[in-house]
């Protein structure tokens, strides 16, 4: 049995999608492989949730704690919470490795002598030169996808009312305003995937516009309530959908949102499909497969 344990020094680091990536990569190499989510922290939930319900891969549906992983499959892709004793955790999983993620300017994190499997960099600029540092396996550049703001973080930040809540969590890649009329409205929503559309409360019209395109959330503005027609389409045809009711205008929403660029929690397919991607053009090994 072999366990990676993915760590990082501070939170928001990209330990989630990191996990995520090296376990659906190791599974779809052939590997018997169960990606978890240890206990400690008030992420360790939510973590486990979005784990659970991702395609091709497999994992327990809550945290767990170090006496678990003897249950689970030949190798285990573990994440840590942020700033997790190491030596407590290694003294607990004879023979476990640590990936240690986070950005070129974190704090380095103290892994116990002989278990560094390596680092993996994150939110890396693209002009950046990564030097010579041996310990470094892949670096993900900045990227829009992978920046993008969470549904669930976007109502969190502007304390927005939830009218509908999708079942399944939602990968957003753009956030885009809404257009003035409804004539323009689809061919513009239409030729960009899993967007979030800001849009004011009463223009219905271009609300049920972005239904007709790859549109995973509307967050309508101005505080009053959307037309009834609204939400039963949503709910009769489009479940895949979420809808938000901020108190701002337009402008201050998406000025709030942008806050959220690059520090949201990882929520879904999108992000982890363009995470394995990035890890397949690093031609990054899996450690946890050595």
Do not use: N
Request: with cysteine.
């Amino acid at each position: 049995m072999s366990v990676l344990v993915v760590a990082s020094a501070e939170a928001r680091a990209g330990r989630s999608l990191v996990a995520a990536a090296i376990a659906y990569r190791m599974g779809r190499d052939g590997a018997t492989v169960t990606l978890a989510r240890l206990r400690g922290d008030d992420s360790a939930v939510p973590d486990a949730a979005t784990f659970a319900l991702l395609d091709g891969i497999v994992a327990p549906t809550a945290p767990v704690q170090p006496a678990d992983i003897v249950s689970l499959s030949r190798h285990v892709v573990l994440e840590a919470s942020p700033g997790a004793d190491l030596g407590a955790l290694l003294a607990a999983l004879p023979g476990a490795r640590v990936l240690v993620v986070g950005r070129a300017q974190s704090q380095p994190l103290d892994v116990p002598g002989g278990a560094l499997a390596g680092a993996i960099l994150t939110r890396v600029p693209a002009a950046a030169a990564m030097g010579a540092r041996a310990d470094v396996l892949a670096a993900l550049p900045e990227d829009r996808v992978l920046a993008a703001p969470s549904i669930a973080d976007i109502a969190a930040s502007l304390g927005a009312k939830w009218l509908v809540e999708s079942a399944a969590p939602a990968s957003i890649d753009r956030v885009m305003i809404g257009t003035v009329a409804s004539d323009a409205a689809e061919p513009y929503f239409g030729a960009r995937e899993r967007t979030c559309v800001i849009t004011r409360f009463d223009k219905t019209d271009v609300q049920l516009a972005a239904l007709l395109t790859d549109t995973e959330a509307l967050v309508l503005t101005g505080g009053r309530e959307p037309s009834p027609y609204l939400i039963d389409r949503v709910r009769g045809t489009r479940e895949d959908v979420s809808v938000l009711l901020a108190d701002g205008d337009t402008v201050e929403t998406m000025r709030a949102i942008e806050g959220l660029y690059g520090t949201s929690r990882f929520d879904g397919a999108g992000k982890l499909a363009r995470a394995v991607a990035l890890l397949d053009e690093a031609g990054m090994t899996i450690p946890a497969a050595a």
